[in-house]
């Protein structure tokens, strides 16, 4: 569906990201992780046609039949918001401070040609859809008025608005509280249609995508299922991640803990976790998982120790 094809951004003479390849199919989620400066938004900006002033991108990107690098902003400006759409850290910035969240929501789709009757009714139906409580009296409010966890659930309305083929999303949750943040991350889990999501935090990734790609310094140093890339790492800046967060490495020598697989069920028995994990023996097949208090933890079989 997103075929990316040796893309490379570059500020004059400054190449800021190289040569970086991924394809992303129909319903994937995909996380695309790296350490601060490595790439991430640039490669997410020049899929947009957002790249900031002076900056430039070249390579091949396609969208289904749609390309994305060297067209005309006129063509870029009909695909954004319909072909795909973006969510970033901050609502506030992209929201209008002065206008009704309704109106925000309606005007993406009036843009897009539908009516204004039509909009303001699908407005109503998207903010239900992002789960907003009383979504008529949120139509009616000014951005000020929501919270920070609120007001994200209305970019991801707008960004739904026009039924987008691939949602992007660069640390959308970072500013949120842990219990919102959850929320938001399962959110955009069931709704998006197929996901880019950037960020630096790798608990996030195991909640919400199926694939990683990672960057470092510009480029793609690696890429592959989630399970496998965090199960065994090749490159040493996944390594170091995976080593500071709480996820563990496969291979890691982890003490058996006794106790019961959890009533979620989610973990078949056999697994072994590390010990902070309050799943205890429960185990997995899947390597990482969100546990109830919001972390991932990551667990080895011990049939493949
Ligand atoms: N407008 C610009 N002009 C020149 N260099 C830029 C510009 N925008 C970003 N850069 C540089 O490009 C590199 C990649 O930036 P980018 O914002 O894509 O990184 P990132 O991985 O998203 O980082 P973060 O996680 O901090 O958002 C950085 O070294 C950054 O300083």
């Known amino acids: 569906m997103l075929s990316?094809?040796?893309l490379t951004v570059s500020a004059g003479d400054v190449e800021l990201v190289r040569d970086v390849s991924f394809g992303i199919a129909p319903g994937e989620r995909v996380g695309l992780i790296g350490e601060s400066g490595s790439g991430k938004s640039l490669t997410a900006l020049s899929l947009m046609g957002l790249l900031p002033e002076g900056v430039t991108a070249a390579g091949t990107a396609r969208l289904g039949e749609h390309d994305?690098?060297?067209?005309?902003?006129?063509?870029?400006?009909?695909?954004?918001?319909?072909e795909l759409s973006m969510v970033f850290q901050?609502?506030?910035?992209?929201?209008?401070?002065?206008?009704?969240?309704g109106a925000q929501v309606a005007e993406v789709m009036t843009l897009h040609g539908r009516s204004r009757d039509e909009a303001r009714a699908r407005a109503l139906d998207l903010l239900g859809r992002v789960r907003l409580p009383e979504p008529a009296q949120i139509a009616r409010a000014f951005p000020h008025q929501l919270s920070g966890g609120q007001r994200q659930r209305v970019m991801l309305a707008i960004?739904?608005?026009?039924?987008?083929?691939?949602?992007?999303?660069?640390?959308?949750?970072?500013?949120?509280?842990?219990?919102v943040q959850k929320q938001m991350l399962e959110l955009i889990a069931e709704v998006a249609p197929a996901l880019l999501f950037i960020t630096h935090d790798l608990a996030v990734v195991a909640s919400v995508c199926d694939r990683v790609i990672v960057m470092?310094?510009?480029?793609?140093?690696?890429?592959?299922?989630?399970?496998?890339?965090?199960?065994?790492?090749?490159?040493?800046?996944?390594?170091g991640l995976l080593a500071a967060s709480k996820l563990t490495p496969r291979g890691t020598r982890l003490p058996t803990i006794a106790g019961s697989v959890p009533a979620a069920g989610r973990f078949p028995a056999g697994?072994?976790?590390?010990?902070?994990?309050?799943?205890?023996?429960?185990?997995?097949?899947?390597?990482?998982?969100?546990?109830?208090?919001?972390h991932a933890y990551a667990c080895w079989h011990p049939?493949?120790?």
């Open 4 to 6: 990316v094809e040796g």
């Open 68 to 82: 994305l690098v060297g067209v005309p902003e006129s063509r870029l400006k009909r695909l954004r918001g319909r």
């Open 90 to 101: 901050e609502p506030m910035t992209a929201l209008n401070p002065l206008m009704r969240i």
């Open 159 to 179: 960004a739904l608005a026009n039924d987008p083929g691939l949602l992007i999303c660069d640390e959308p949750t970072t500013a949120l509280d842990v219990t």
């Open 216 to 239: 470092y310094g510009g480029r793609v140093v690696e890429s592959g299922p989630l399970r496998e890339v965090f199960a065994r790492p090749r490159h040493r800046y996944t390594q």
């Open 271 to 294: 697994c072994v976790f590390r010990n902070r994990c309050p799943h205890a023996t429960a185990t997995c097949e899947t390597v990482p998982e969100l546990t109830d208090d919001g």
């Open 303 to 305: 049939a493949d120790d």
